[in-house]
């Protein structure tokens, strides 16, 4: 009888018993294979996980980016009416107190009130709406520059 047949041999991963020593062998080449196999399967769905990630996450941002805009469009929009409307009243004010400067019967208080508003509005308008202005390109770059970093 061969005495390498006859050893009994355990596969240390699964516990089975084998007869020879190439048996073995071959058993753990498989479970190799296997292992290769489930890590690859393992990889490919986080991969797949990591790019659906990803696609919800830019998915989110340009949601954000196009509410953000909308907010902004809509300040802006509002603080361009504010000022508008300032400037407007300063001029309407300073016209009528200038065409009433020649009737002296009542005290002439438009020309100095829309002086008053005209330059708080210009004062306003040139020092404290003091937006940063981004390109298109820039908020992109920046987005670029975000989603590399995950």
Not at 38 to 48: A, D, F, G, T
Request: glycine content about 4%.
């Amino acid at each position: 009888m061969n005495i390498k047949n006859s050893f009994k041999i355990t596969c240390p991963h699964c516990t089975k018993s084998f007869s020879a020593d190439d048996f073995l062998k071959n058993h753990i080449e498989e479970h190799e294979k296997n292992t290769e196999k489930r890590i690859r399967e393992l990889n490919n769905k986080v991969e797949s996980e990591k790019k659906k990630v990803r696609d919800d996450y830019n998915k989110k941002l340009e949601k954000e980016k196009t509410l953000l805009s909308s907010e902004i469009s809509k300040k802006l929009e509002k603080d361009n009416k504010i000022q508008l409307m300032g400037y407007f009243i300063g001029i309407s004010f300073t016209i009528s107190g200038i065409l009433q400067e020649d009737s002296k019967s009542s005290g002439n208080w438009e020309l100095p009130t829309g002086v008053a508003i005209f330059l708080g509005t210009y004062v306003y308008d040139k020092y404290f709406v003091k937006q940063k202005i981004f390109s298109i390109e820039e908020l992109e770059e920046n987005n670029r520059s975000r989603v590399n970093n995950l």
